[in-house]
């Protein structure tokens, strides 16, 4: 069996389904001279973000909302009551703090 059979072989009995496409990452240290640490982080970073969407997604589904929406979507015109600053970005300014995240 090839290389490239066995690590997706092993990625498979692992449940790293991100690390099929491990091939872009390659040429991409390659093309940059990453060493072993960079690749490797590289990597798991993509299984990571693999996990969270996922688990994201899961959750929306459990959650059986009968219409997924977005703030993006929301119309403020409709509430002239909240501010402005608000359709921005979440959480505003004012209740963040410096740097603070919820």
Request: proline share 5%; glycine share 6%.
């Amino acid at each position: 069996m090839s290389k490239a059979g066995l690590i997706a072989l092993y990625a498979k009995e692992l449940k790293l389904p991100a690390f099929t496409g491990y091939q872009a990452v390659i040429r991409q240290a390659t093309a940059e001279g990453w060493g072993y640490e960079e690749f490797l982080c590289a990597l798991l970073s993509r299984e990571s973000a693999n996990r969270k969407e996922n688990q994201v997604a899961r959750r929306i589904r459990a959650a059986r909302f009968p219409l997924r929406k977005t703030l993006d979507e929301f119309q403020f015109t409709s509430l002239p009551h909240v501010k402005e600053a608000w359709s921005g970005s979440w959480p505003p300014e004012s209740l963040s703090g410096a740097g603070r995240i919820f």
